[in-house]
Nanobody, 122 residues
Framework: QEQLVESGGGVVQAGGSLRLSCAAS????????MGWFRQAPGKEREFVAV????????YYAVSVKGRFTISRDNAKNTVYLQMNSLKPEDTAVYYC???????????????WGQGTQVTVSS
């Protein structure tokens, strides 16, 4: 059982940066693929980025590629999402998620955090 806790959200002006963190409490963090998703008001939750167990395979949504960077520190049981050049359309609740088997860009993950709000003002 993994418990995930996100932090680092906040309000930032367009063009600014934020770094989200997601700390996992379980003992098998390194065996999970870790993903970030987001959900804007009135919209469905969407994929943002995913990292394989070792961090050697990474995928990004087209909308964030080149601006966001996912990374993980397995020694600290933490995954990060560095967000640069933020746009108002990046405003959403951001969730981290852990997947026991395989890599996925769908929301078919096994464990989810509670989410952290990111608001980008124009």
């Amino acid at each position: 059982q993994e418990q995930l806790v996100e932090s680092g959200g906040g309000v930032v002006q367009a063009g600014g940066s934020l770094r989200l963190s997601c700390a996992a409490s379980g003992r098998t963090f390194s065996s999970y693929a870790m993903g970030w998703f987001r959900q804007a008001p009135g919209k469905e939750r969407e994929f943002v980025a995913v990292s394989s167990m070792s961090g050697g395979i990474i995928y990004y949504a087209v909308s964030v590629k080149g601006r966001f960077t996912i990374s993980r520190d397995n020694a600290k049981n933490t995954v990060y999402l560095q967000m640069n050049s933020l746009k108002p359309e990046d405003t959403a609740v951001y969730y981290c998620a852990a997947k026991d088997r395989g890599l996925s860009t769908k929301d078919d993950y096994d464990y989810w955090g509670q989410g952290t709000q990111v608001t980008v003002s124009s």
